[in-house]
């Protein structure tokens, strides 16, 4: 990122082959409607073109870019009306994982429960498995702190497993 | 913590969707853009614009320097102003045709109502104040817009050769004037001038003393 903020253009281009996946896997099963996923991830790296000047190397480049995406889908949730779910409203879901994961182990399924968890957890687990973060890099780049991050990294493990092992 | 590597393997089962293409080059040709376009250096400037300002500098001093010249060569003497209009008349050649409607306009009364060069010799004499005015107004003009300095000459001579034709009395009053003020040749000149323009004019012996030379 620094090679591109001066100057560099190939830099931009390595960066954007190592993220682009995983960020855009992360965007999408954060939301339920493709285009609107693909309008967010496109806009997460046109954000990042824009703040390349002012790029300073205080985190994870991996963590810098979650963080934007996090924001985006804050900002996207907020405009529909929704707010980025609390630790324990899971049981006040009317999308109980544990409900759902009933009939099939198949990655069908799995992808049911994955986007069945509060939008929090599901974060937190992305940004896990897509972006590699720590729990740590998963509190900054979501605005929380550890203990937070933690819990919900572990609710959503929770369910995860429990619809894996049924 | 996710530690479960059957989690993460489940995980990884799932379809690896990536982003389209053409979203891809829509950001990667942003991004080229965004390089090839990036904002001005917070440096001196250099190349052409270096010397935008030095020369921009230079090309006003120059040209307030030629503008002061300018005005101070153009600017009347006080010697000019000083001149009789009778005198003038000897130096400036005669008005042509246009000229004397120009000096109507800026003339005083009096002798821009004057009749022209063609009027008779026996006009009525002024009175003494109109004959003050001229010097008067020519100051008044010297002192006035640069635009009447053009035009004062011409207008003077015309009143000046008017007065001569027409005010022979006048014309040695201000010949003995300058004889008083021992400017004898300007005299001399202005009294050959008068008697060549009134050879039958019989000079009282009174005034004959005030305008020869002794």
Not at chain 2, 52 to 59: F, K, L, S
Not at chain 2, 158 to 166: F, Y
Request: charged share 30%; net charge positive.
């Amino acid at each position: 990122m620094l090679a591109y903020r001066d100057g560099d253009a190939g830099a931009f281009e390595t960066l954007y082959a190592r993220h682009r996946g995983a960020l855009y896997r992360f965007v999408l099963r954060s939301l339920k409607d493709r285009s609107v996923a693909e309008e967010l991830f496109q806009e997460a790296w046109i954000r990042v073109i824009e703040a390349r000047g002012r790029y300073a190397p205080s985190a994870k480049f991996t963590t810098w870019l979650y963080t934007i995406a996090h924001n985006l889908l804050v900002d996207h949730w907020r405009r529909k009306g929704l707010v980025l779910v609390e630790l324990n409203d899971e049981h006040a879901s009317p999308d109980n994982p544990a409900r759902q994961v009933e009939a099939r182990e198949t990655a069908a399924r799995f992808l049911q429960v994955l986007e069945a968890l509060p939008p929090a957890q599901r974060e937190a687990f992305l940004l896990h498995e897509e972006g590699g973060l720590s729990v740590a890099e998963i509190a900054a780049a979501t605005g929380t702190n550890e203990e937070a991050a933690k819990s919900r990294l572990r609710y959503a493990t929770a369910k995860l497993k429990a619809a894996i092992d049924e | 913590m996710n530690e479960d590597p059957k989690l993460s393997q489940r995980y990884r089962e799932l379809p690896r969707e990536e982003p389209p293409r053409a979203l891809d080059d829509a950001i990667l040709a942003a991004s080229r853009r965004a390089v090839q376009s990036r904002p001005a250096p917070l440096v001196a400037p250099s190349g052409r614009r270096r010397w935008y300002v030095p020369v921009a500098a230079a090309a006003v001093i120059t040209l307030s320097i030629a503008v002061t010249l300018h005005v101070q060569h153009d600017r009347p003497s006080e010697e000019v102003d000083a001149v009789a209009p009778a005198m003038k008349v000897q130096e400036t050649p005669a008005p042509k045709s246009a000229e004397p409607a120009r000096a109507e306009r800026r003339a005083p009364q009096p002798f821009a109502a004057a009749p022209s060069a063609s009027a008779p010799a026996a006009a009525p004499a002024p009175s003494p104040a109109a004959e003050a005015e001229p010097r008067n107004d020519i100051g008044a003009a010297s002192a006035g817009a640069r635009v009447m300095r053009d035009e004062r000459p011409r207008a003077q001579s015309q009143m000046a050769r008017s007065s001569v034709e027409q005010n022979p009395e006048a014309d040695l009053e201000r010949i003995a004037r300058l004889r008083a003020a021992g400017r004898h040749e300007e005299a001399d000149k202005a009294l050959a001038e008068f008697r060549k323009r009134y050879p039958d004019y019989r000079i009282a012996p009174a005034m004959l003393e005030k305008v020869e030379k002794k």
